[in-house]
């Protein structure tokens, strides 16, 4: 029985989340490749319903903690598109203070414990603050998120241990996309089925259409309801597929383009649209208006990054440490 009802209001804000996303990410990548974006850069393109599916799921004190591509979920889960953007371009304004960029987004105030560009670091971060949360007694959880070529490491499987062992109130995602940094899964395991690493700690865990919010929405919420009630963690397998290449340096040459275009009839924007135009949830006149309204946000975003001034010198030797008055601190 879901906790969460899908209604019209769910697929007119999956709709308008997910353009954000999407529109978001297009534009940051024309500012990549006129080097206003530096350092790494990895977009979301095509995997919007694993967020916006999850979002819809959860509630007010749930928390996230993914990868380095993580401007989707800093944006879905309420990260200004001004202060990302600004984060992104190095700027002092910037959600991590311009000292992070796009692998290290981090946002305290809305649950958001980032952008970890260590492959599988985050697994037991994860795991850590669903433990703060059993600890101090809240209803929160945490969804750790990680790409089909962390669950390889190690880490995963002392976390899974241990998150069962606790019971603790975590959601394990994988963003099966196929291709880890450019390697097919095909090419590095033999269980082709993620989501069944799991079973090996009796942990409830299943395979999800990562293209289909619906499909996302009904497991994260299942997921939920089973960590609030105490039972503990799940592991979920969301096969996705992204349009572009692991980063902006990557030419994606070790996929066909029939494959591509196979996963692109599958969008998730598009299959939103759909329902809300069969239902007659909106009119192409509430489509207009959101496209328009999501077109400002991102250039606002941009306009706000472009003016916002650069760190002072002196950031280097802030957020270091907690003891303000550290000895060593001053060269």
């Not at 492959?119 to 089909?148: H, R, W």
């Not at 996929?255 to 996963?263: A, F, G, P, Q, V």
């Not at 077109?295 to 002072?312: G, I, L, R």
């Amino acid at each position: 029985m879901s906790a969460v009802e899908i209604n019209k209001d769910t697929y007119l804000k999956w709709f308008e989340s997910m353009l954000l996303m999407r529109k978001f990410e297009e534009k940051t990548g024309q500012l990549y490749g006129q080097q206003k974006i530096r350092g790494f850069c990895h977009l979301y393109i095509g995997q919007e319903a694993v967020i916006a599916g999850a979002i819809s799921a959860l509630q007010p004190g749930d928390s996230m903690i993914t990868t380095y591509r993580d401007h989707a979920h800093a944006l879905a889960l309420g990260v200004s598109a001004n202060s990302i953007m600004a984060e992104m371009y190095g700027k002092a304004t910037g959600c991590s203070k311009g000292k992070g960029g796009s692998m290290h987004m981090f946002s305290k105030e809305h649950n958001f414990y980032g952008g970890h560009a260590i492959v599988g670091g985050q697994i037991p971060l994860g795991a850590g603050i669903a433990f703060a949360e059993k600890y101090k007694g809240t209803s929160n959880l945490n969804v750790c998120y990680m790409g089909d070529g962390a669950v390889r490491q190690g880490a995963l499987n002392e976390t899974f241990n241990m998150a069962m062992l606790w019971k603790l109130p975590v959601i394990f995602v994988c963003e099966n996309n196929g291709y880890a940094m450019g390697t097919s899964v095909e090419r590095t395991t033999n269980m082709l089925e993620l989501y069944k690493i799991g079973l090996g700690f009796d942990m409830p865990c299943a395979a999800v259409d990562g293209m289909d919010p619906v499909a996302v929405h009904n497991a994260m919420d299942e997921a939920a309801q089973r960590a609030r009630n105490g039972e503990g963690p799940t592991f979920l397998e969301m096969r996705t597929y992204r349009y572009r290449g692991h980063s902006m340096s990557d030419p994606a040459k070790y996929r066909t383009k029939d494959e591509l275009e196979e996963y692109k009839a599958k969008d998730p924007i598009e299959q939103v649209r759909e329902v809300i135009v069969a239902e007659k949830y909106a009119d192409e006149a509430w489509f207009e208006e959101v496209e328009a309204k999501v077109k400002q946000t991102v250039d606002e975003a941009v306009k706000f990054a472009e003016e916002s001034p650069w760190p002072e010198a002196s950031e280097l030797f802030t957020d270091v440490y907690v003891q303000t008055d550290y000895p060593y601190q001053e060269i």
